[in-house]
Nanobody, 126 residues
């Protein structure tokens, strides 16, 4: 069984920065792709960013976070990070880490990922 554990969420003022982290543990696991989704209260879960080691380390971002968020990770350690800068109140959400150990074609689809963390709250005050 694979477990994903997020850390690093919290409360920050608009314009500030936060970094959230996620580490996979459990059975022998080698992630092909790890990513971040978020879900604001009353809204559906949405894609934020992903890094694909099966794709040579390519990164992918939602338009709403391009230029402000950076996803990175360590494939050998099955860890992924999301550096969030210039945060806005609309970034407030629970941020979930996701991972998959097979090739996926649609990084933005939550259905492509088999493994999920419990989520970490990020709150941006205005």
């Amino acid at each position: 069984q694979v477990q994903l554990a997020e850390s690093g969420g919290g409360l920050v003022q608009a314009g500030g920065s936060l970094r959230v982290s996620c580490a996979a543990s459990g059975r022998t696991f080698s992630a092909y792709t790890m990513g971040w989704f978020r879900q604001a209260r009353g809204k559906e879960r949405e894609f934020v960013a992903a890094i694909s080691w099966s794709g040579g380390g390519n990164t992918f971002y939602a338009d709403s976070v391009k230029g402000r968020f950076t996803v990175s990770g360590d494939n050998a350690k099955n860890t992924v990070y999301l550096q969030m800068n210039s945060l806005k109140p609309e970034d407030t959400a629970v941020y979930y880490c996701a991972a998959e150990d097979y090739y996926i074609s649609d990084y933005e689809s939550s259905y492509e990922y088999d493994y999920w963390g419990q989520g970490t709250q990020v709150t941006v005050s205005s």
